[in-house]
């Protein structure tokens, strides 16, 4: 999947989304967090198609922002190793205590998980 078909399709759902630089492990500055070099972070972020084309022109290695905010979301970041099993049970302890509801999810880099609410 492209990152401009992975921003579309996060731009059907009606989530503003903007390129991020990629996570190049070579260099230390390129963390997979910061903008696209040339953009505006998360000022550039949009749901528009046409505008997401633009966006994305030449960007065939990127990450991909979420503006939150402009998205309706909350996104909580579970900073816990999910791939150790003290991890996994230490979050499913959590969730069950929390009677956390079932949603979208993303693994992260570091094997932790974000979490998709409606704000």
């Known amino acids: 999947m492209t990152c401009l078909s ?4 996060y731009a059907a759902m009606g989530w503003h989304v903007f390129p991020v630089q ?3 492990e070579a260099d230390p500055e390129a963390d997979g967090k910061s903008p696209y070099p040339g953009t505006h972070g998360h000022l550039d972020a949009t749901a ?7 966006l994305f022109a ?3 290695r990127c990450n991909i922002g979420l503006a939150c905010s402009d998205s309706g979301l909350v996104v909580v970041d579970v900073d816990i190793d999910l791939d150790t099993e ?14 956390l ?5 993303q693994m992260t880099p ?10």
Do not use: M, N, Q
């Open 101 to 105: 509801p079932d949603t979208y999810t």
């Open 110 to 119: 570091g094997g932790g998980v974000h979490l998709f609410y409606f704000a």
């Open 86 to 99: 003290e991890g996994r049970a230490w979050f499913e302890s959590f969730k069950s205590v929390y009677e």
């Open 22 to 24: 990629p996570l190049i």
């Open 58 to 60: 030449g960007k065939d």
């Open 6 to 9: 992975a921003a579309l399709k």
């Open 48 to 54: 528009v198609p046409k505008e997401l084309e633009e």
